[in-house]
């Protein structure tokens, strides 16, 4: 599997993003695709997931209200729209994929991984 993030940048703080991520490949056994992002200095941490038969979200707490993933079935592309931007959103970002069920999402247990695409949100 593989896939290709885009869409980072350069924002002011309260602006707006949309990362896309594409998949391709061995995508049939895809259950979820989400985002994990890494600020300099810190831990690569998660940021929102997608289950990709129903649908359903996850949200690290401190995006909640702000970010919104979704999903394009027939492209198999996973977006995440970024609003209210603010500094400490400032990181890379990361699209990562997981092939069986988990009860969380952590670094370790995705399965694939995208190359990062910078957000820079400026105050």
């Known amino acids: 599997v593989q896939l290709q993030a885009s869409g980072g940048g350069l924002v002011q703080a309260g602006g707006s993003l949309r990362l896309s991520c594409a998949a391709s490949?061995?995508?049939?056994?895809?259950?979820?695709m989400g985002w994990f992002r890494q600020a300099p200095g810190k831990e690569r941490e998660f940021v929102a997931a997608?289950?990709?038969?129903?649908?359903?979200?996850y949200y690290a707490e401190s995006v909640k209200g702000r970010f919104t993933i979704s999903r394009d079935n027939a492209k198999i592309t996973v977006y995440l729209q970024m609003n209210s931007l603010k500094p400490e959103d400032t990181a890379v970002y990361y699209c990562?994929?997981?092939?069986?069920?988990?009860?969380?999402?952590?670094?370790?247990?995705?399965?694939?991984w995208g190359k990062g695409t910078q957000v820079t949100v400026s105050s």
């Open positions: 490949g061995r995508t049939s056994r895809t259950y979820y």
């Open positions: 997608i289950r990709w038969s129903r649908g359903t979200t």
């Open positions: 990562a994929a997981v092939h069986r069920e988990v009860a969380g999402f952590t670094v370790d247990g995705m399965d694939y």
